[in-house]
């Protein structure tokens, strides 16, 4: 039988965990956790989950980074209600983290302003579909792929996810461990085991 990680059965071992986990998903592009799902609430009031990449995480202030196009379905769902849940899960590890918390959207702010420069051109390409063909319009063909990256810098924004709750599920052969942290809006924080 593999030994138990140092993390388990410990509340605050299995946070630092975490927290190195997602700081790991933002370096590396083959963590499991690099491409989570990130839910919202639809404007017709039904759930919305989509593929995101994690492109930045912030342990102190528990805030993680996402790049969307302003003219995506999720800009408008956040403005309308900033709720967000994100998951991630890495199935080598048996490790599943789930998120709460709310969005914040970046546009001609230093937040946006600094992603974009360190955005790479290919990153940059995305955002520079045609004026008013946004992610999800039909089209009866598909486009081709745009030259100028520079072109997608008025479509570029940046989601803040402020976590204010982190569920950790660790699948074990000898026994599952689930924790839960939440953090009012004061930074103070309560842990607590659940059951699996």
């Known amino acids: 039988m593999t030994p138990a ?3 388990a059965g410990d509340l605050d071992a299995t946070l630092a965990e975490a ?3 997602l700081a790991r998903g933002v370096a590396d592009r083959r963590h499991a956790f690099h491409t989570p799902s990130l839910a919202s609430i639809g404007q017709d009031g039904a759930p919305q989950a989509r593929t995101v990449v994690l492109r930045g ?3 102190a202030t528990r805030r993680l980074r996402f790049h969307t196009d302003a003219r ?4 408008a769902e956040f403005v309308a209600d900033p709720r ?3 998951h991630l899960y890495d199935a080598s590890a048996q490790i599943q983290l789930r998120l709460a918390g709310s969005i914040s959207l970046h ?4 937040v946006a302003e600094i992603a974009w420069a360190s955005s790479r051109p290919m990153s940059r390409m995305i955002y520079a579909l045609p004026s008013g063909a946004g992610p999800g319009t039909p089209l009866d063909a598909p486009q081709p792929a745009p030259k100028d990256p520079e072109a997608g810098r008025p479509h570029f924004r940046v989601l803040v996810l402020s976590m204010a709750r982190l569920e950790w599920l660790w699948l074990a052969a000898a026994g599952h461990q689930r924790a839960c ?3 009012d809006e004061t930074g103070a924080s309560r ?4 059951v699996p």
């Open 84 to 86: 967000a849940a994100l």
């Open 181 to 183: 942290y939440d953090w």
């Open 107 to 110: 546009a001609e702010d230093s």
């Open 57 to 59: 995480f912030d342990a």
């Open 72 to 75: 995506s379905a999720k800009v």
């Open 19 to 21: 927290l190195r986990l």
């Open 5 to 7: 990680p140092a993390h």
């Open 191 to 194: 842990a607590c085991w659940l």
